[in-house]
């Protein structure tokens, strides 16, 4: 029982570290919390159910179409929602998100209506097969493989890439980065960018493993929201930990104690970090 819950955490906090890492990123850039992420999050899965369901496109193409979706509408997030705003008080780009949030929730509503949806086409991947006497569904450990790829993809575009050196020198001091040229608005928006993307990934593949619906992205944002904080706003390499860490520790959780409490034990945990770390396990004082 144990390995299964484990191995069921694992698929959760991979998509929670996606979504996680793209609160942390644009906190470090634009030390903004955005609460429209998780509607990035639903919105890129309903994009996936319009492109394959609807228009009847190749799944490969209708993944990569949804991902680019995302891509898109972080960068008109950042133009809408927070570039306007930046040089105000922190609190009216936080509260214009939510607002962004707010309206795209609406919008899918509208246009899809609010009943369950699946993307399921072809039920074989949804058929469980057994690995080291754990159940595991192929859409289930391709969410694992393509999240994982995605986080070393986005490592080596930080480490080894100029736009990866201008965004880790904007969140480092975005003063100092102007004034040796970067152009920090367009940093921006690609990491408005970014998030998207990996938000869309993980909308994406859980939707396809459990279903979609518009109010998807509330509980998947705080989730990741929460491990962005657990692993230490700001930190790529925390965000990881902390995804992981909420994934296992809900289902754990629900395994051992009770499942109605399931989501509960994000609150929790984000709980307990603000009062005795606040910085997160791997934030900076």
Do not use: W
Request: charged residues 10%.
């Amino acid at each position: 029982m144990l390995s299964q819950l484990i191995c069921n955490g694992l698929v959760a906090g991979s998509a929670y570290s996606l979504i996680a890492i793209g609160y942390t990123m644009i906190y470090g850039v634009g030390r903004l919390i955005n609460f429209a992420h998780g509607e990035l999050y639903m919105c890129s899965a309903f994009c996936f159910y319009a492109f394959y369901i609807l228009l009847d496109v190749n799944l490969y193409i209708a993944f990569v179409l949804s991902v680019a979706t995302g891509c898109v509408m972080g960068i008109v997030l950042e133009r809408i929602a927070y570039r306007p705003f930046r040089n105000y008080s922190r609190l009216v780009p936080l509260i214009s998100t939510i607002g962004a949030s707010t309206f795209l929730k609406a919008m899918v509503a509208l246009l899809f209506g609010i009943q369950t949806k699946s993307l399921l086409k072809d039920s074989s991947y949804q058929q469980a097969i057994d690995i080291f006497n754990v159940t595991i569904t192929p859409v289930q450990l391709y969410t694992m493989i393509i999240s994982v790829l995605a986080m070393l993809l986005l490592g080596v575009i930080l480490k080894r890439t100029t736009m990866g050196k201008a965004i880790r020198a904007t969140s480092e001091d975005e003063k100092s980065a102007r004034h040796v040229g970067i152009d920090t608005n367009a940093v921006t928006s690609i990491t408005f960018a970014i998030g998207g993307g990996l938000a869309a990934v993980a909308g994406i593949m859980v939707g396809y493993d459990q279903n979609i619906h518009p109010n998807m992205g509330v509980l998947a944002g705080f989730k990741g929201f929460t491990a962005a904080v657990l692993g230490g706003i700001g930190n790529i390499p925390g965000a990881v930990i902390g995804g992981f860490v909420i994934g296992l520790a809900e289902h754990i959780g629900a395994g051992y104690i009770s499942s109605i409490y399931k989501d509960s034990f994000s609150f929790i945990i984000l709980l307990l970090v603000l009062i005795s770390r606040p910085r997160g396990l791997m934030g900076e004082k």
